[in-house]
């Protein structure tokens, strides 16, 4: 009994941080979900500030769900290294070498400006 | 009595050398014709005929050599030689070696009798004492034309029988007298048109053996020299490194590292083909198909490239990030362990002309979003780099441990900039692909190259440039000025 509701809460707590990613996800323009130490999450938003856009930063060390996040996020990526992650216009562009693929072949601004993050 | 010593030969003979029986056989004119023939063809199947030969002789040779007691000489240079007994000698008849009696005979037939007698007289010496062996057999050996001599000896042989047959019961004195004779009936048969014959194609074969010695020997020279470059080559290297490296760099090197290095080397050699086949397309004018494959291969040719640096960051970051496998060069525009993506779009825009409008625009944004991409990279590497000092720095004596757990956690994080830097340098080559034409991309991928290749080649030249303007007065200008310039370049480029 037990293991099954541990289970079953297992399964909708991971559900659910699926569900918690995808509502943020499309709550902004552009979504980062980070974590503070990281420091190529660091990169990241350094980039999208250079663009002239402020994304909506997510540091899942620090948000009460963030475990359950992460390992949702781990589950939909399969990277070594879960953050940072970056949604635009609630679409999913991926890890950091996604995002600098998407700017140099330049498909990264007209997505940015079709989400609003970009009036330029 | 001649035949039947010979008799006594072809028993003792049996099966231990076949050219003797195959002499002793070919005591008939035509059959020594066929033994000519058979050898000839033997020899111009294989390698250094002369070789052949001197294996001939010595077999002859030591036919009879052994039985010579008192020609320490002799056994010494032919170690153990054969069991022969006596009887085999007499295969050979006995001719002086230094008489001048022999010089009125033909030129040819001269230097072989005299070898031959060499052999017989050696062979022959174990009824006479007083002969001298040591100058025949050296002689003998120095021969190429070996096989004549068993041939003419035969032919001798052959008529001198009775001759020969008496010269080795006879004492000394009386033998050179026989072989004085039988030299004298050799005048007779060198007219002998199978003699010429053979003459002829002993000459020849000597005459091959003399060229492919020649080959050979040039082969060996050329060899000699290269031997000599790659020795200057890898001296400048070493001393490179050992300039650069405070002479760590040669011993330290990681396998993964020395592995990379290795695959690199490869790599250049392969740009270098690449980049002279794009040339020589672009030249020839070819249909926008072929140069789409040569394009698209050296396109490949750099995806391989980022690959074996992928794997060698896995094993070890720091060797590619500090650019120690560039070229000094290289070195002073490093940029997270490779080039710097805009500054080559930068380099490039003079070169790519005539663009589109919409080229224009497209390489411009290129460079621009490069650049931002760089300096976000950058920004990240600096986070790291702060975050790293403050876990060494920081902590008390009794987290020693933790706190070089913590660090070696981060210091993981290099390897994931140094994929990135990659992943960037890759993306900008492949739009640079997807912007121009396929003419445009070729002329475009081929200056890459060659800007590489000149930033190597200045690397060298600078390497080795004479050093002793560093000691003079009077051109310490010079020098510091030189240096003021390196330095001048460096701050340039990593200000930008």
Request: aromatic share 6%.
């Amino acid at each position: 009994m037990q293991y099954q509701n541990t289970k079953a809460s297992r399964r909708s707590s991971s559900s659910e941080s699926l569900g918690r990613v995808a509502r943020l996800a499309s709550a902004s323009a552009v979504v980062i979900f980070s974590l503070s130490t990281c420091c190529m999450c660091h990169a990241v938003k350094r980039l999208f500030c250079e663009l002239g856009v402020s994304p909506t930063v997510y540091e899942l060390d620090q948000d009460p769900n963030g475990q359950g996040m992460e390992r949702a996020l781990s589950k939909l990526l399969g990277n070594s290294s879960v953050v940072p992650v970056v949604y635009v216009g609630g679409e999913l562009i991926g890890s950091i070498d996604r995002v600098m693929a998407s700017h140099i072949n330049g498909t990264l601004v007209p997505l940015l400006r079709e989400a609003g993050a970009l009036w330029l | 009595m001649e035949s039947q010593r010979i008799g006594d030969t072809s028993s003792t003979l049996s099966a231990d050398h076949n050219m003797p029986y195959a002499l002793l056989r070919g005591l008939n004119p035509p059959n020594n014709t066929s033994f000519m023939y058979h050898s000839t063809q033997n020899y111009s199947n294989q390698e250094p005929p002369a070789f052949d030969f001197g294996e001939l002789e010595e077999a002859i040779v030591l036919q009879g050599v052994k039985m010579s007691n008192d020609d320490s000489v002799r056994s010494s240079l032919y170690g153990s030689g054969t069991n022969r007994p006596a009887a085999t000698l007499e295969m050979f008849p006995s001719w002086p070696t230094r008489f001048p009696r022999g010089s009125s005979k033909s030129g040819g037939g001269k230097e072989n009798s005299d070898s031959g007698s060499a052999l017989n007289t050696t062979i022959s010496s174990r009824s006479e004492a007083n002969l001298e062996p040591e100058s025949p057999i050296s002689q003998a050996f120095e021969q190429q034309q070996q096989l004549q001599l068993p041939q003419q000896q035969f032919q001798e042989m052959a008529s001198d029988s009775p001759r020969t047959g008496v010269s080795h019961t006879e004492p000394a004195s009386k033998s050179n007298y026989e072989k004085r004779k039988a030299a004298g009936s050799t005048s007779d048969r060198v007219t002998d048109p199978k003699t010429l014959r053979r003459l002829a194609q002993n000459r020849e074969a000597a005459r091959k053996s003399r060229l492919r010695k020649k080959a050979y020997v040039q082969q060996l020279e050329t060899s000699r020299i290269r031997l000599a470059q790659l020795e200057q080559e890898l001296q400048r290297a070493r001393s490179q490194g050992i300039f650069m490296g405070g002479g760590a760099a040669g011993s330290n090197i990681s396998p993964g590292a020395a592995m990379f290095d290795m695959e690199y080397s490869r790599w250049l050699d392969d740009d270098q083909r690449l980049i002279s086949e794009l040339r020589t397309a672009l030249q020839a004018h070819l249909v926008d198909g072929d140069l789409r494959v040569i394009v698209d291969g050296y396109v490949a040719h750099y995806d391989e490239f980022f690959r074996l640096k992928g794997v060698a960051a896995k094993s070890d970051v720091f060797h590619l990030i500090s650019g120690i496998w560039t070229t000094p060069a290289e070195r002073c525009f490093l940029w997270m362990g490779g080039f710097r993506p805009s500054e080559l779009i930068k380099m490039l825009i003079a070169q790519l002309d005539p663009l589109t409008q919409q080229q224009v625009v497209g390489i411009y944004s290129l460079q621009q979003s490069s650049q931002q991409a760089e300096e976000a990279l950058s920004q990240g590497l600096e986070q790291l780099q702060q975050s790293l000092i403050e876990t060494i720095a920081s902590g008390s004596v009794n987290d020693g441990m933790h706190q070089m757990a913590v660090a070696l956690g981060k210091l993981a994080n290099l390897e994931g900039f140094l994929r990135q830097a990659d992943n960037l340098r890759q993306q900008t080559l492949h739009q640079l692909r997807r912007t121009l034409t396929i003419r445009q991309a070729a002329r475009c991928f081929m200056v890459i190259g060659e800007y590489y290749g000149r930033l190597r080649a200045l690397s060298s030249l600078w390497a080795s440039r004479p050093r002793e303007t560093m000691m003079a007065d009077d051109n310490s200008c010079q020098t510091t000025t030189e240096l003021q310039m390196i330095q001048a370049a460096q701050h340039h480029f990593s200000n930008m």
